[in-house]
């Protein structure tokens, strides 16, 4: 059975997601989901994705949501070097066990909300949940890092297909008054297009990748592409388990669950505007070029309101 990344998995958190990707025993399951049998690959995909609900459901819950039988989810936790399904669940509680009682009350107010609430509310309650999620100490350090890298960086590439594509331009849109040499790869053109621009980047580079449910093979090829050149990195999408998250230097995690569309775009744009206010207050050149930019663009405005 195929798990929906963007609607099967209700229990999110960014910082417990990014702690036990980062842990000994998530680097295990990154490296089945990467080199397992189908099983060992699907199952890996769900708890990278939401070590919380592993961490808080016994083993037939997993079963359900996976369409894995427990018999062969037993068998994945022993090849682990785990006596048993119970010492996998604590160990994976150990490691997100400060995150679990506030996501825990997050997703039963969600879940409330959905029972008793029309598909907009739904919606509404879905984004709140998700917001709060990234408002923890592991998601601020990354957007600190990343921010440091688009600062050294000679040029800095930015791509994203499809509803990626928007969030690609919003992020470009917003780094390009604070500094020079920001490039958007997909503008026009098509893919073809893309690459050629990409392969312009190398050595000295940064290049964000942005890439959400449902995924878009052609970003994950050229960021690929774009790292053979001897450019870094940097992933902005929804989970360690995510395509593009294997393939980079710097991982940015965003929530993409949601009760109605195949994902949502809102926490992208949350990190996209953290990553922008993060960078601008980064330099004090950067701030003055803001003020620059204000004053020059005074004119321009109305007056009204």
Request: charged share 20%.
């Amino acid at each position: 059975m195929k798990i929906d990344p963007s609607t099967e998995i209700s229990g999110w958190s960014a910082g417990a997601t990014r702690h036990f990707a980062e842990s000994q025993l998530g680097q295990q399951v990154v490296a089945r989901l990467q080199a397992g049998s189908r099983s060992q690959r699907a199952l890996s995909d769900l708890i990278l994705r939401d070590p919380v609900f592993i961490a808080t459901h016994g083993i037939e819950d997993v079963s359900r949501a996976s369409g894995i039988s427990a018999s062969t989810i037993s068998r994945y936790v022993r090849d682990l070097g785990i006596d048993s399904y119970a010492a996998f669940r604590a160990d994976v509680a150990d490691r997100v066990h400060a995150l679990i009682a506030p996501v825990t009350k997050l997703e039963n107010r969600l879940a409330e909300a959905a029972r008793s609430s029309s598909p907009a509310e739904a919606s509404l309650a879905t984004a709140q949940s998700h917001l709060g999620a990234l408002a923890d100490r592991e998601t601020a350090a990354a957007l600190r890092q990343a921010s440091e890298m688009l600062r050294q960086a000679r040029h800095v590439w930015i791509m994203g297909f499809g509803l990626s594509a928007h969030l690609a331009a919003i992020l470009a849109l917003g780094l390009e008054p604070y500094r020079d040499g920001i490039l958007n790869v997909v503008q026009y053109g098509g893919t073809e297009v893309a690459a050629g621009r990409v392969m312009a980047a190398g050595e000295g580079d940064v290049v964000i990748a942005i890439s959400f449910p449902r995924y878009s093979s052609d970003v994950v090829q050229l960021a690929r592409m774009a790292r053979a050149t001897g450019a870094r990195l940097i992933a902005l999408t929804d989970s360690p388990a995510a395509p593009l998250a294997q393939a980079c230097d710097h991982l940015l995690i965003a929530p993409a669950q949601h009760p109605v569309l195949s994902s949502s775009c809102l926490p992208g744009l949350a990190i996209i505007e953290a990553l922008v206010s993060q960078f601008l207050m980064s330099d004090p050149a950067h701030v003055e070029r803001a003020k620059r930019l204000a004053a020059s663009m005074a004119a321009y405005l109305s007056d009204q309101g």
